[in-house]
């Protein structure tokens, strides 16, 4: 008979799926293992991290699906809803669902049991898979999930595990180099200058024709007012998720993708850096538009604003081209330089303030329907 994990490859592999999204669980560290060693496996740091890269991966013509455990699902459920449903964008959820059989952690037990309430309660349907044979229930919900951008759970019972081989990783031993007490500090003071609708101004020539993904609210206003294109994909929801989303879609296209972060939403997600620095996309450029604070939510201060230099924090996860700049000669220098390989991180130290624009006269369905067009047609 063949392994439970042989035949979920098969399956994923069959539904087109390019890529596999996960966090770790004990139940499926085998499943995990084979989707490692064929290569399109994509760890994250945290489940709502891994909506946000599917639905870039989606918005640009691939095909992912999400491994988690049930735990992880109350992580994940306001991107869910705000960005895949709203957006109708497709999310096969395989879920591990720990605390229902033979589970000998009790911290597991109170989700397990919730989590089919909390995918009804979201509108998320599920299967249930308990045994091997039950594996063939899964081919025509997926069709479903990609043919009319749904989210469907599947739960995968620790009772589909018995009798699979056990094991780990197997990882050599790690050498790492680290400053341990710098000899003196040699950050210098940058003085703010722009607002972020200045920026986006003196970033309008850089982005035309350009795939750009940008974050909620005042900021994606913002940019329709400054350059609106088929191209520019705006968030209308899921705070914290731009960068994953663009991660995303910087995997499946080899055009230029560009990001317009802000301070309070990457400091809600920063451990996306983590994985842009684990990925290395060559065609990613984020742009951090660091004002200090929560500019569509009345300017309350955020951790940039005192005491965390996103900056630095991007090095510390490894990212080697960071530029921290508050000038708008700083930044068109950088932008203009031949050799634009990434992953590029351009901290841009701004004023607080938003400009007075209105909405955004396109719904979510229109603006994921161009931006998938537009990648289509280029």
């Known amino acids: 008979m063949q392994p439970v994990e042989d035949r979920l490859v098969e399956i ?10 996960a966090l770790p669980c004990d139940r499926v560290k085998w499943l995990l293992k084979r989707i490692a060693d064929q290569g399109n496996y994509v760890p994250v740091t945290r489940e709502e991290e891994g909506v946000g890269i599917a639905a870039g991966v989606a918005l640009a013509g691939g095909r992912a699906a999400v491994i988690i455990q049930s735990s992880g699902y109350g992580n994940m459920i306001n991107a869910v809803l705000s960005l895949s449903q709203f957006y109708k964008l497709p999310l096969p959820i395989f879920i591990s669902h720990r605390g229902i059989y033979r589970e000998k952690i009790e911290a597991q037990k109170p989700m397990g049991l919730a989590l089919k309430g909390l995918l009804k309660a979201s509108g998320v349907g599920y299967t249930v898979l308990q045994y091997p044979e039950d594996l063939k229930k899964i081919q025509r919900p997926l069709y479903r999930v990609f043919k009319e951008g749904r989210v469907h759970a599947f739960l995968l019972s620790p009772r589909l595990w018995e009798g699979c081989e056990a094991g780990s990783y197997s990882l050599n031993q790690r050498v790492f180099e680290t400053i341990v007490c710098p000899e003196k500090d040699k950050r210098k003071k940058i003085k703010a200058e722009l607002t972020r609708f200045e920026v986006m101004q003196n970033l309008k020539d850089f982005l035309k024709g350009e795939v750009v993904i940008c974050n909620l609210g005042i900021p994606s206003k913002e940019l329709y007012h400054v350059i609106d294109q088929p191209t520019n994909f705006y968030m209308l929801g899921s705070m914290g998720l731009v960068s994953s989303i663009g991660l995303g879609v910087s995997l499946k296209t080899k055009r230029r993708v560009y990001v317009i972060d802000g301070d309070g939403s990457l400091l809600m997600n920063a451990g996306t850096l983590a994985t842009i620095s ?18 569509s939510t009345g300017g309350q201060p955020t951790h940039s ?14 990212l080697k081209k960071v530029y921290t700049i508050s000038r ?7 932008l203009r330089k031949k050799n634009t390989r990434g992953p590029r991180i351009i901290h841009i130290i701004a004023r607080p303030g938003n400009a007075s624009v209105g909405n955004i006269p396109l719904s979510a369905e229109q603006i994921r329907d161009r931006f998938i067009s537009s990648l289509r047609e280029g």
């Not at 684990?278 to 500019?295: A, F, M, R, S, W």
């Not at 708008?328 to 950088?334: F, P, R, T, V």
């Open 12 to 21: 994923f592999r069959e539904a087109g799926i390019d890529t596999i999204i």
């Open 305 to 318: 604003f005192s005491v965390v230099d996103l900056g630095l924090v991007a090095q510390g996860f490894g």
């Open 328 to 334: 708008a000669s700083e930044l068109k220098e950088i």
């Open 278 to 295: 684990l990925l290395k996309p060559q065609n990613l450029t984020l742009l951090i538009i660091d004002n200090g604070v929560y500019g």
